[in-house]
């Protein structure tokens, strides 16, 4: 065929394709000019509160289009009423569309939060024209403003409390949804430091529930309670109220409020400090030295005064106690009071004073199962006198204070050189005793053993013995393999990660490589040195501190192999 003929052939192919695909995108057009979405929605809800999406499809083109499906999609916190609150899409078949075809479709849908913001809903409709293969699809939105919660919730509460002290908290609820609400449950989550001393109506189940049952469209009511807080001086505590309603057999959380309440410094204020404040990480057998110190704030003297401090860690030795408090064994509490700390007999206004403990970190992790790691010693302290300023609603002047530490790490490495070393499966060769000028083969072990926290970035390093050489037969129990290099003749094994415990409730990590010895003239009489002294550094993932470890270096004539004495160990001619 002539260049002319290929050239007019390629034309002609050309131009069709260009003629159908004209022809496709023209009939897209126009069916897609033809399909009407409409999206009938309120401008502004009340989150909580049901509404309806109303959805209508028509077909307004000459064409059949068939297999049309509906898909509507729900922003974050909107939900699908009578559905669980993660489905946030939902599709429809409506089947074939002739000519003139009209469908419409309702939904039912409620904003769950997002109070004072706009949501925006998705539609998509996807058909098969009859005409072409392919599917396509087209798409809508529409907007809403969630302006407020059908529920209004306020609550009541002071923002500063002392520690002990009774203090009122109200929580008033009204619906101004426009509706009857039915099968309302309220729930406060309290925390722990909180008591609950009274409330009014009293709770339904437990000390957080209360079922108000039906609320009509403009009712209000409240629940009145009275709590104390103990905690440390300007810490922070936060009650949270949630409101849940029923429909269509599904419980949706309609309605929430929190209030922060802050614990003010006390009339009888506590701090502890533990050696001097100097570290917050501590290790085993290190010395622990508390220090209590407390501070009278108010205008009057305080009287017979108590200190406590309840010891909470495995890990405290009682055995090193020191500092003349009475120990109360049932519960790890030490107590001062008059008898052994005069200065507690009273505190004058603005007086202070202090007392002290001291102990040691016991020396051994108690680690008997894989979740024993990250160990930590508390104090929690308190202080408290009979006395009470006019001014505090309290039983009682309390103060309190905690201490929280951290006990860090520990990862060992242990060094092992072999002559003879079945177990391993691999084959020293080489005269026994080592030779001047001949090589002999021993193989080198490494162990590494983590104790109580996981660690992480783990690298071990060692330099090889003068006339040393790495053969390249290397093993390990994990992925990773020591690695060496020829010039520096420094041998490095890198670990990703150990967990807690590794090496202590089963096999530590473990690598394996086989060097070759050439002793010199200068090795005569004594052990050639194999490898030097072998260094180990981690990153403690509970502390973040850099955890060290090393061992001592490998010669021939003080090795681990029990089948070699060390005198045979030692270089002859």
């Known amino acids: ?32 000019r033809g399909l009407t979405i409409r999206l009938d929605i309120p401008d502004e809800v009340y989150s909580g509160v049901p ?13 059949v289009l068939q297999e049309v499906e509906l898909t509507v999609e729900l922003p974050p916190d909107v939900v699908f009423v009578g559905n669980d609150p993660g489905k946030t899409v939902t599709a429809k078949e409506l089947g074939n569309f002739g000519s003139g075809g009209l469908a419409e479709k309702s939904f039912r849908i409620m904003a769950l939060g997002g109070e004072e913001s706009i949501k925006e809903v998705s539609v998509k409709v996807g058909y098969l024209p009859t005409a072409l293969g392919s599917r396509f699809e087209r798409g809508e939105s529409a907007s809403f403003a969630v302006v407020g919660s059908g529920l209004r919730l306020d609550f009541a509460a ?14 008033t609820y009204k619906n101004v949804s426009g509706i009857d609400l039915d099968d309302l449950v309220l729930k406060f989550v309290l925390p722990p430091a909180l008591t609950l001393v009274s409330s009014s109506p009293k709770p339904d189940f437990g000390n957080n529930v209360w079922e108000l049952g039906g609320l009509r469209n403009g009712s209000e009511g409240k629940i009145d309670l009275k709590s104390k807080l103990l905690g440390p001086d300007k810490s922070f505590y936060e009650i949270l109220s949630s409101v849940e309603a029923n429909f269509l057999g599904k419980s ?19 701090s502890i400090s533990l050696n001097n404040d100097s570290a917050s990480v501590i290790h085993l057998e290190n010395m622990l030295n508390y220090r209590l110190t407390f501070t009278n704030n108010t205008d009057i003297g305080l009287k017979d005064v108590i200190v406590r401090a309840k010891l909470k860690g495995e890990l405290f030795d009682l055995t090193a106690l020191s500092g003349g408090a009475y120990l109360r064994s049932a519960d790890n509490t030490l107590v001062w009071n008059a008898s052994n700390a005069p200065v507690l007999s009273v505190i004058p206004p603005g007086g202070s004073g202090t007392v002290d403990f001291s102990l040691r970190v016991k020396p051994q992790y108690p680690i008997a199962r894989l979740s ?20 505090i609603s309290s039983e009682k002047t309390l103060g309190i204070a905690e201490i929280e530490t951290k006990i860090g790490g520990l990862a060992k490495i242990e060094t092992k050189g072999f002559f003879r070393d079945a177990p391993s499966g691999i084959l020293n060769k080489g005269p026994w ?31 090889l013995g003068g006339n040393v050489r790495v053969t390249g037969t290397v093993k390990s129990n994990i992925a990773s393999t020591p690695t060496w290099n020829d010039r520096t003749q ?48 981690a990153t403690d993932e509970f502390t973040g501190e850099t955890l060290r470890g090393s061992d001592g270096e490998i010669e021939t004539d003080a090795l681990d192999d029990q089948t070699v004495t060390k005198q045979e160990g030692e270089v002859i001619q």
Do not use: C
Not at 8 to 27: D, E, H, M, N, Q
Not at 55 to 60: M, P, W
Not at 503 to 531: K, M
């Open 433 to 463: 005793p080592p030779k001047v000028g001949q090589p002999t083969n021993f193989t080198i072990h490494w162990l590494v053993t983590n104790f109580s926290t996981d660690v992480r970035d783990v690298n071990i390093k060692a330099f």
């Open 372 to 391: 024993d790691k990250n160990f930590t010693l508390r104090v929690d302290a308190e202080i408290e006198s009979p006395t009470v300023p006019p001014s």
């Open 1 to 32: 065929m002539s260049f002319k003929a290929i050239f007019i052939t390629f034309s002609v192919i050309a131009i069709a394709a260009l003629a159908g695909a004209g022809a496709f995108f023209w009939y897209q057009g126009s069916v897609a």
């Open 51 to 63: 509404f309806t999406l109303d959805v209508g499809v028509s077909n307004d083109s000459r064409n």
């Open 490 to 537: 420094e041998v490095e094994w890198a670990i990703d990660r150990i967990p807690a415990a590794r090496g202590i409730l089963n096999s530590p990590r473990e690598a394996i490589f086989q060097v070759e010895v050439t002793p010199s003239i200068t090795d005569l009489g004594r052990g050639a040195t194999l490898l030097r002294d072998t260094s180990l550094e």
């Open 158 to 171: 002071p923002e500063e409390v002392f520690s002990g002290e009774t203090f009122e908290t109200v929580l």
């Open 252 to 270: 949706y959380q309609i309605a929430e409020r929190s209030a922060t309440i802050a614990i003010a410094s006390s009339p009888l204020s506590l």
